[in-house]
């Protein structure tokens, strides 16, 4: 048998696009497949072999009658939620009795008037909008699996009537919503609506009608050819997707005279003159622009600046832990020396601290206490000698790991001495303390432009 060259991949496809929606354009080409076009789906003949040519062959007419070329093969180019009339909504709604809502005397008014000025432009390729029935009625019966003897479940039948739809946005008044926070006693309704956060979303399926010749107008031969989906963050969802490269869709009908359909999808949106993409670029650049400002108003202009020449050095430590003391009970008294030359820190600043009394916890053979102590300072270095032989004597910590007795007493475990490290960046020390005790910092060293940075 002759192998095809169809497109067997009818899963969806997900873009996203900053362009308004209202832009998109879909070229939709249906043509019935014949004895004569199918040829072009044909591979190759085998050289060598002596094959009657079947491209000499005519197409002979079906039961139902001759059909007009027109009929054969139609291409269209729709809009987004742009309405096409079947030809089974045609001969509903001109009768009055059969309208019920608002919109269906919408489109009772736009039919008669394209029958006043000839007629509707598509003869098999319509649409469902989002506002028909036909999409309601497509999400409420949506299908889960390909099984043909699906049986709902509890999530299936719970979730049917929640449609992601455009949510009407709730008033403000004050800052303060006008609904309750907390609704005690939730209807069904309500936890239907709520129990899951939507979000809006509009959907369009394209449609084919594939009935026999001169017996359009029947839901039973109607066929979803594309149903996009678009929601409010940008993203398109088409299913199946854009033809492209790849060959057309086939559609088999069913029933006593099946007929073989193909049909491409393709992408037929405007791209953006050069005026209005420049146009695009100045809107963004302003939009950008009021941003910056609007961040930098939140900021203020309070922003201390380092003074000229100077070294601006920032400290951010921990006390981690203490291990393997005597006694119970203990707490480190640290604090920070600076050198009398050139050094100084604000006047606000603290350079001493004590930790919270913590209590060992064993840890193998050792007993630690874990502390977790933040502190943070900050120091100046102000010289104008900037020789080699002129480096800072940097700031010495110093460090007292003391225990408290079950009489308030106090008794020094150990104590010792480090250097801050001269280099930005993490760093961690366990100080020679009598025993153990780790100290951990990040230091910033910040000069006249005032950008800190970090290294390790």
Request: hydrophobic fraction near 35%; include cysteine.
């Amino acid at each position: 048998m002759a192998e095809t060259v169809w497109s067997t991949d009818t899963g969806e496809a997900v873009y996203r696009s900053r362009d308004p929606v209202r832009n998109l354009r879909l070229r939709v080409h249906l043509q019935r497949i014949t004895s004569s076009n199918f040829l072009h789906y044909q591979p190759a003949a085998e050289l060598g072999k002596d094959l009657i040519d079947l491209a000499t062959f005519r197409p002979q007419p079906t039961a139902s009658g001759h059909r007009p070329e027109e009929d054969e093969e139609e291409e269209i180019v729709i809009g987004w939620q742009e309405k096409l009339f079947s030809q089974f909504e045609v001969d509903l709604y001109q009768n009055e009795t059969a309208c019920q809502s608002p919109l269906d005397y919408q489109y009772r008014q736009e039919i008669l008037k394209l029958e006043n000025s000839g007629g509707k432009k598509n003869r098999r390729i319509f649409t469902y909008t989002d506002s028909d029935r036909y999409t309601n009625l497509e999400e409420h019966c949506q299908r889960m699996t390909t099984a043909a003897s699906e049986v709902p479940s509890f999530l299936v039948e719970r979730m049917a009537n929640v449609r992601r739809r455009r949510q009407d946005r709730r008033g403000m008044e004050g800052g303060i919503l006008k609904s309750r926070i907390v609704t005690w006693e939730p209807s069904e309704e309500f936890v239907r609506n709520n129990h899951v956060i939507n979000t809006p979303l509009q959907t369009m399926h394209i449609m084919a009608d594939l009935g026999p010749y001169k017996k359009l107008g029947y839901k039973k031969y109607e066929h979803v050819l594309c149903t996009l989906k678009v929601d409010s963050n940008g993203v398109i969802t088409v299913k199946p997707d854009f033809t492209g490269l790849k060959g057309p869709y086939r559609i088999e009908t069913e029933g006593e005279k099946q007929e073989l359909w193909k049909y491409t999808i393709d992408n037929v949106s405007p791209h953006a003159q050069p005026e209005e993409e420049e146009r695009e670029r100045r809107v963004f650049k302003d939009l950008y622009g009021r941003h910056k400002e609007y961040l930098s108003s939140l900021v203020g202009t309070d922003f201390e600046m380092t003074v000229p020449g100077a070294l601006r050095l920032f400290v951010n430590g921990e006390v981690v832990s203490a291990q393997g003391y005597e006694y119970d009970n203990l707490y480190v008294h640290f604090f920070v020396e600076l050198p009398t030359a050139h050094w100084s820190s604000p006047a606000f600043q603290q350079l001493s601290g004590v930790t919270q009394t913590c209590t060992t916890k064993s840890l193998g053979m050792d007993k630690v206490a874990h502390f977790s102590y933040p502190f943070t300072f900050e120091a100046f270095f102000l010289h104008e000698d900037e020789s080699s032989d002129a480096l800072p004597e940097w700031p010495v910590l110093y460090c007292e790991v003391l225990s408290l007795d079950f009489w308030q007493r106090y008794r020094v475990e150990g104590y010792g001495a480090v250097v801050l490290p001269a280099t930005p960046g993490p760093s961690w020390n366990r100080a020679p303390f009598g025993k153990g005790c780790g100290v951990c910092w990040t230091v910033w060293k910040g000069s006249a432009s005032r950008v800190p940075f970090t290294m390790c």
